[in-house]
């Protein structure tokens, strides 16, 4: 569904073919798009797929996070969606998942 009036939509973590799929599909529907993600290549991904913009930031840092949130408002007047796609996915079985990978997926 497209809303004639330009709407903000905004992603977590596009590293993921699904993750970058919907950013795509929202700006195929004709929404203003702006990426977040902790990868450096954000922006690289941000210019591929015609976003509007991109922070590179850590979902996990609370802080960081409000601060992007705010910029974006700043910037765009309106954020009227979000979509958040934070996640992790360890390689390990869950019979020898270490705590660090536990807490870190769980942080996320």
Not at 64 to 73: D, V
């Amino acid at each position: 569904m497209t809303n004639p009036e330009s709407r903000i939509r905004n992603r977590h973590r596009v590293g993921s073919r699904h993750r970058r799929a919907i950013a795509e599909r929202l700006i195929a529907d004709g929404n203003d798009v702006i990426l977040l993600d902790l990868a450096a290549h954000v922006h690289q991904t941000a210019e591929e797929i015609k976003a509007v913009g991109a922070l590179q930031i850590d979902v996990r840092d609370v802080e960081s996070l409000q601060a992007g949130i705010r910029s974006i408002a700043r910037e765009q007047g309106r954020l009227d969606i979000l979509v958040n796609c934070a996640g992790t996915c360890g390689r390990e079985s869950f019979e020898t998942l270490s705590p660090q990978t536990w807490h870190q997926g769980l942080d996320t």
